[in-house]
């Protein structure tokens, strides 16, 4: 990255933690953006300052949009959009549609992400094999980590409002939810 870089921003998807860079060359017209340190776009001599760069974040080609506006003079400000919304935005929903745990087990660092919506978990990245199964007070998704059994249950909270409450467990032992 070069001088230009004017906005940095850092995204929860399901697939993984993904940092976008942005270049704004505002004598030159440039602009690149950098997604986990691989270009996916560059645009040189652009006449027209201020606008918007639409792309795709991560292995579900999540959309994301950064606009760019003048503020004043030639100060600019730069702002991330993912589906849509702000990124503040997303991200407080997306804490509301997803259960996302921070786990080592023999050395190795797992993110483990369910999708309330859709049940689907994704570990480091990649879509999991699962078996469902519904049992006496919920359901239960197992999954495998290397060697180890893994399940996430799904059991009533007993108040409409908090819905449904998701736990994880390896190997029987249950581990925290982290927030992103």
Known sequence: MSNDLVGVWEVALSDGLHR????????TGKRVICIDGKEILRRDWMFKLVGKETFCVGGSDT???????????????????VNGTSLKKYME?????TSTWVLNLDGTDWR???????????????????????VEDGTETHFSLG????CIKAVSSGKRRDGLIHTLLVDATEV???TE
């Open 147 to 150: 060697d180890h059994d893994c």
């Open 20 to 27: 976008i860079e942005f270049e704004h060359g505002t004598t």
């Open 63 to 81: 959309k994301a949009t950064i606009n760019i506006d003048a503020v004043s003079g030639f100060a600019y400000e730069y702002t991330l959009e």
């Open 176 to 178: 925290a939810e982290c």
């Open 112 to 134: 483990v992400v369910l999708e309330k919506d859709t049940m689907d978990i994704w570990c480091n990245g990649q879509k999991m094999e699962t078996a469902g199964e519904f």
């Open 93 to 97: 929903n997306r804490s509301k549609v």
